[in-house]
């Protein structure tokens, strides 16, 4: 593969894919690709010059494509996949393709964990564009610092976000491995909690020795994940066990958090952010740790961090209307749900209303209790009818059957269904000073966004 080829994208709406294209595109390579809808990140390749085709048809892999890449989203009966098998041309999946590309960059930092790989990844690209190290940088979320998803850099730094789904981690080259935590996600790939630390094993086995793992001390898996490092380990908590540790934690207005930053246990400086919750001081301490290996001084990282907005989805404030603050979050993982949860009650005062949208039923099934019992700080918790994205209704689970389940623990859930019953019963039921959080990995955040829409509008007309 050299600049010049032709590369078809399978899928290339996606987060990860859609990042590869523009990537190769700017080093020079002829792009195009396909996808089952167009969306907002179709339409920004297409303003790029990237032909896209919607619907996925044989017909579309020719001779003139060179390279085909694909995400394992499509699946492996995807007609184009299959014609460019039997074609037998070049064929990478995504997290493949990222893999070829760390190895050509020389120092691939790639971030992995079931909570908080994104803002860590964000966090960690921040520092190193600050510190003048030119990386390049495939994140799954959107970055205000960047222009999208991704950056192309001229250094030998390539940060990615390493995601675990169906093991595509295990094709990367990192020389530097970052676990931000591990806990039981994808049930449909991971049958037990033990198979997701295995994988991770793995993962974390392929730094080589003169590498690095940088990891958290407190995961209760940590054990067997160092027991798994051939490279150095780097550790970051909240206790004093580890390298990299933050101390005397405290909310500070309006929406931050901040603590004295530990090194080797000498006090090196104050870590201070504009984002909430203890989980951002976490992703933060990895990120420092991270960059330290790679020479950015702790005191200027400290002075980047405080320029850090967050990213999109992440706890991201969309508006105030009426006097109702309307914020959105991707959380959607029982513990994820708790850490937004919690990092709200303790920076609001009001009422905090949870509008959740399940995501996947196999993830609802499988962690049903946890979830029942993951929203006790929220005043109201609204239930969506759950996101099948990949998956079929398999008929024995539902948003209903959870509402019913968390009334055990809650004193106000409230099964709503449909997003535009959801909105409509916001706009009657929230007063002024009320929090109100869009959550979960589907198409929730709609809410808060046609809320705050058709409350200005309200607004407007009296």
């Known amino acids: 593969m050299k600049p010049g080829d032709h590369v078809y994208f399978i899928g290339i709406g996606g987060a990860r894919l859609s990042a590869l294209a ?54 492996e009966d995807n007609p184009e996949l299959l014609k460019a098998r039997e074609m037998k041309l070049p064929i990478y999946e995504g997290a493949e393709l990222l893999g070829l590309l760390m190895k050509e960059k020389g120092v691939g930092i790639a971030v992995a964990g079931t909570h908080g790989k994104t803002t860590t990844t964000a966090m960690i690209a921040l520092l190193l564009i600050e510190g003048g190290k030119d990386p ?65 094993q793995e993962f974390i ?53 901040k603590g004295r930053l530990f090194h080797a246990g000498q006090e090196v400086g104050e870590l201070k952010l504009n ?18 290996e790679v020479g950015v001084p702790v005191s200027d990282a400290l002075v980047f961090l405080q320029e850090f907005t967050g990213v999109r989805r992440r706890f991201e404030v969309k508006g105030e209307a009426g006097g109702v603050i309307v914020v959105d979050d991707y959380a959607h993982h029982p513990r994820a749900v708790k850490n937004i949860l919690k990092a709200a009650r303790e920076q609001f005062s009001g009422r905090i209303w949870c509008v959740f949208q399940p995501h996947l039923y196999s993830r609802t099934k499988y962690l049903f209790d946890d979830f029942a019992q993951a929203f006790r700080n929220a005043d109201i918790l609204v239930l969506a009818d759950i ?20 009334k055990k623990y809650h004193s106000d859930v409230r099964y709503i269904g449909g997003l535009e019953q959801i909105k409509e019963h916001l706009l009657t039921a929230t007063r002024p000073g009320d929090l109100v959080i869009t959550m979960g990995a589907g198409d929730v955040y709609k809410v808060g966004e046609d809320f705050l829409e058709a409350k200005l509008e309200s607004l407007k007309s009296r």
């Open 136 to 200: 390049t940088v495939e994140v799954g979320g959107e970055m205000k610092e960047l222009v999208g998803n991704y950056r192309t850099g001229k250094g030998p730094y390539f940060v990615v976000e390493a995601c675990e789904f169906r093991r595509s981690f295990l094709y990367l080259s990192p020389k530097i491995a970052v676990i931000t935590n591990v806990d039981w996600d994808h049930p449909d790939c991971f049958p037990t909690a033990g198979d997701v630390v295995r994988t991770f």
């Open 275 to 292: 984002v909430p919750g203890e989980y951002n001081i976490l992703n933060a301490l990895a990120a420092v740790a991270t960059v330290a």
């Open 22 to 75: 523009k990537i190769l595109l700017e080093s020079g390579y002829r792009v195009s690709g396909s996808d089952r809808t167009r969306s907002r990140n179709t339409t920004e390749l297409e303003k790029k010059g990237i032909k896209i085709h919607y619907g996925h048809d044989e017909q579309q892999i020719t001779d003139e494509i060179d390279v085909v890449v694909y995400t394992n989203a499509v699946g």
């Open 387 to 406: 996101y099948a994205a990949r998956e079929t209704d398999p008929g024995d689970i539902s948003s209903r059957l959870l509402a019913e389940e968390t």
């Open 205 to 257: 086995s392929l730094v080589p020795p003169d590498g690095k793992v940088v990891c958290w001390r407190d995961d209760p898996n940590f054990p067997e994940l160092a027991a798994a490092a051939r490279a150095p380990l780097r550790t970051f908590g909240l206790s004093s066990e580890a390298d990299w540790s933050c101390q005397q934690i405290e909310w500070c207005a309006p929406l931050g958090i």
